[in-house]
């Protein structure tokens, strides 16, 4: 079963699990993610206390009016709007992609083609070339004297053998 079709499941519970996959993890609305009083720095018992029923009953009855006006009209809302969605790509967009994908096989198939007879010779030949190259690793000396010098010491030998592509080998 899909864990985004948890409300078909005939245990499940709408009105009680409402946030089942944990979307709204994020939003912090309780009192104490909101409010914190550091050791040193506390207010009256009584004020705290009053604050903390003002801020739950008001924080609630807010969010309870809010749901019960709007509600309702942003289900509609959403609902068309995913409903449309849903619609254009099963019906408009994965046709669209399978017609390009189909179509777009000879332009692969074109392009392989060309690639293949224009740059793969001057890449085997590039390649050719550069493998007989060799590098060396050199550290230098941690003295005073060397110290602002290059740490690294790179020397290229190229090889004495080369790569000629009208005769397609290599010619001492």
């Not at 409300?7 to 709204?24: G, I, V």
């Not at 068309?80 to 179509?103: D, E, T, V």
């Not at 000879?106 to 392989?112: E, G, I, K, M, P």
Request: with cysteine.
């Amino acid at each position: 079963m899909n864990k985004h079709e948890n409300n078909s499941h005939p245990n499940y519970n709408h009105m009680e699990h409402r946030d089942p996959n944990n979307n709204n993890e994020y939003i912090r609305v309780k009192w104490s993610d909101i409010i914190n009083e550091p050791d040193g720095a506390r207010s009256a018992d009584f004020s705290w206390n009053l604050s903390y029923k003002i801020y739950t009953k008001s924080q609630s009855c807010c969010y309870k009016s809010l749901a019960l006006i709007f509600g309702p009209i942003l289900a509609l809302w959403f609902g068309l709007r995913f409903g449309c969605q849903s619609f254009m790509h099963i019906w408009c967009c994965q046709p669209g992609l399978s017609h390009l994908r189909i179509n777009l096989g000879f332009v692969r198939r074109l392009t392989v083609l060309i690639l293949e007879a224009t740059v793969e010779p001057w890449v085997k030949a590039c390649s050719y070339y550069f493998s007989n190259i060799n590098v060396r690793y050199e550290t230098l000396p941690s003295s005073t004297a060397h110290r602002q010098q290059l740490e690294r010491v790179i020397q290229i030998e190229p090889s004495e053998k080369i790569y000629d592509d009208v005769h397609g080998g290599f010619n001492p």
